[in-house]
Nanobody
């Protein structure tokens, strides 16, 4: 029904930058919140940043001032610009979206991307 496809991960040195993208496709009626979570080895998945349809954003304290989340509603795509990267930002980054589909028009469902690896070397 719905796919979230991420791109943009990779290996970067501390202080560098990366830009993640996540495009949603399928039988989409509307998308409310979109955002990014991450999971480092041995740790629980944690929120990085979210953006709702109206444009309001929310960030984890650890990334405020360094990361920027944005979305292109026409393309059903969410972005994460990551600047001043630190080794502790190393994790698998997952895209998340809360989507209403044609098949379940009265239900908002939670979808996840497959994850993209971000590795920051010191």
């Amino acid at each position: 029904q719905v796919q979230l496809v991420e791109s943009g991960g990779g290996l970067v040195q501390a202080g560098g930058y990366l830009r993640l993208s996540c495009a949603a496709s399928g039988s989409i009626v509307s998308i409310n919140a979109m955002g990014w979570y991450r999971q480092a080895p041995g740790k629980q998945r944690e929120l990085v940043a979210t953006i709702i349809d109206g444009g309001r954003t929310n960030y984890a304290d650890s990334v405020k001032g360094r990361f920027t989340v944005s979305r292109d509603n026409a393309k059903n795509t969410v972005y994460l610009q990551m600047n001043s990267l630190r080794p502790e930002d190393t994790a698998v980054y997952y895209c998340n979206a809360k989507i209403v589909t044609i098949q379940a028009i009265h239900l908002q469902q939670n979808y996840w991307g497959q994850g993209t690896q971000v590795t920051v070397s010191s």
